[in-house]
């Protein structure tokens, strides 16, 4: 029988390192770098919007039924108390036909570890989660919690440091 080697033979050679190819760092703060002495902010002096903030997801919001921004407008013009009736009452419903289907997603047949067990559940999880999703975009836009979180916003933006030093 033929003898073989204890070592396996790799065909990937190592070059050895000199230090002539390792670059040597400076020390902190030895190092002569230029920086600016200050920052630059845009210039931006116009407030924050829902739309700005949102983008198309502002329109996507509104399309799904659970906006209810008009609720939290009553307290400030009551002329909107129709509008917020029907937008809650709109939001509801959503929320109830969602929840209905989660139901009918765990009500599926199956064998318990089946494959249409198993896929029953996984599509009621994410129904369950978009319940959740949806009550608190039904509170947030109820109790006008984008609205007080733009005027926070545009406030800090206004605290904001100048970056021009004359």
Request: proline share 6%; net charge positive.
């Amino acid at each position: 029988m033929p003898q073989t080697p204890n070592r396996i033979q790799s065909p990937v050679t190592f070059q050895p390192v000199t230090l002539s190819s390792v670059e040597i760092v400076p020390p902190y703060g030895t190092e002569d770098v230029t920086r600016p002495n200050c920052i630059q902010l845009s210039s931006d002096d116009e407030p924050i919007t829902e739309q700005k903030l949102f983008g198309p997801f502002r329109t996507i919001l509104r399309i799904t039924g659970l906006d209810c921004t008009a609720v939290s407008r009553v307290q400030l013009d009551p002329s909107y108390g129709k509008q917020a009736l029907f937008s809650r009452i709109l939001a509801v419903i959503v929320l109830l036909l969602t929840l209905f289907r989660c139901v009918m997603f765990f009500m599926a047949g199956g064998k318990v570890l089946s494959f249409q067990w198993t896929e029953s559940n996984m599509y009621a999880f994410m129904a369950i989660h978009s319940i959740v999703c949806g009550g608190c975009l039904f509170g947030w836009t109820k109790n006008g919690f984008f609205f007080t979180y733009l005027e926070m916003l545009n406030k800090v933006r206004k605290l904001r440091v100048n970056g021009k030093k004359e």
